[in-house]
């Protein structure tokens, strides 16, 4: 009976590992911000709120770059039409929930054709370089055309538009933009938990090897391009729902890098990295910019995220999230010693 029992506490001490711990926290964590509009200002739930956004363009070039292994530079074109997109429709057609509806599918139409000729052009290229190349260069064409046609777009001062009645209650935004979040990941974890998905990790880790096995590596990088850009599309819908304005800094190679820096520093090919990554960064940066009220030095504030980014990297070469699941293997792997003879 003792090395049975001696089993089961070995099983109960090893249930109290960090993983636990982390459960706990997120859900204190999703406790908190369900209830974080009730009691804070207007500045704490835009920043929150902006923070469950981006993760979602965050999570879905994690799926190109963190599980299949693809650098996509043109990413933002499907973010920023999607906030364009919305933008236009709201001004010209008017700011109905119909008209918003109509602006979703529009994107969603939107970004699996430009998905689709992304992926024709550039995973033909062969290799990791031409492939960023010509997404860049295509998102630099697209956000020239979009700079030229001030008439829809506003060109560089960007494009003002309403929304619907029912929306302008900045809470009511805030708890659509963190079911919009939940929905999202657990869609996408659905999608990466899938035979696609781990036929993804597999070109990921050695694509040659994937098609000697027989699959079509071309036509799941396709997928895997069709899904990031479905999602980073709706995600831009939000976006622009959210802040009611829309400009070409939001089709730009700075807006791509941006969710490049999330997954690196939350953690690649998790997902969940992508929120950690966006909640710092967007954290860190908001507080930044707010010192540079206390002295001019902070006007330079690019320095000082610059030296945090850094700093992180160095420390956290996996992550957040990758140094994480390494304590908790560690953790797991322990040796567990009972106390006591047998009998």
Not at 136 to 165: K, Q, S, W
Not at 211 to 222: E, N, S
Request: with cysteine; net charge positive.
């Amino acid at each position: 009976m003792r090395p049975a029992l001696r089993a089961l506490h070995a099983a109960r001490g090893r249930m109290a590992t960090p993983d636990r711990w982390l459960a706990v926290l997120l859900a204190l964590g999703c406790g908190w911000l369900l209830v974080v509009p009730m009691f804070s200002g207007v500045v704490l739930t835009h920043l929150i709120g902006r923070i469950f956004i981006l993760s979602v363009f965050g999570m879905s070039y994690d799926i190109l770059r963190g599980y299949t292994g693809v650098i996509n530079l043109g990413h933002a074109l499907f973010f920023g039409g999607g906030a364009y997109i919305a933008g236009i429709m709201m001004r010209h057609s008017g700011p109905t929930l119909a008209n918003l509806a109509l602006a979703a599918a529009i994107t969603l139409v939107f970004s699996s054709v430009l998905a689709y000729l992304m992926g024709y052009l550039s995973f033909r290229s062969g290799g990791v370089v031409p492939c960023a190349m010509l997404t860049l260069a295509m998102a630099e064409v697209v956000r020239h055309v979009a700079e030229a046609a001030r008439t829809y777009t506003g060109g560089a001062d960007g494009l003002i538009f309403p929304i619907p009645e029912l929306l302008r209650n900045r809470v009511t935004v805030y708890y659509l933009a963190f079911a919009f979040m939940v929905l999202m990941l657990l869609a996408l974890r659905r999608f990466v938990d899938s035979p696609a998905g781990r036929v993804l990790q597999a070109i990921r880790e050695n694509e040659q090897r994937a098609a000697f096995l027989g699959y079509d590596t071309m036509l799941y990088k396709q997928i895997a391009l069709q899904v990031a850009g479905l999602s980073a599309g709706l995600a831009g819908v939000t976006f622009g729902v959210f802040g009611r304005f829309a400009n070409t800094d939001l089709l730009s190679i700075d807006q791509t890098l941006n969710a490049l820096l999330v997954t690196i520093v939350g953690g690649t090919g998790t997902l969940y990295g992508a929120i950690v990554g966006t909640a710092f960064i967007q954290t860190i940066r908001y507080y930044l910019l707010e010192l540079r009220g206390l002295h001019p030095i902070f006007e330079r504030w690019l320095l000082f995220f610059g030296a945090v980014y850094v700093v992180v990297v160095l420390c956290f070469p996996f992550g957040f999230i990758g140094w994480w699941k390494r304590i908790s293997a560690r953790w797991t792997a322990r040796p567990t010693t009972g106390k006591g003879g047998e009998g």
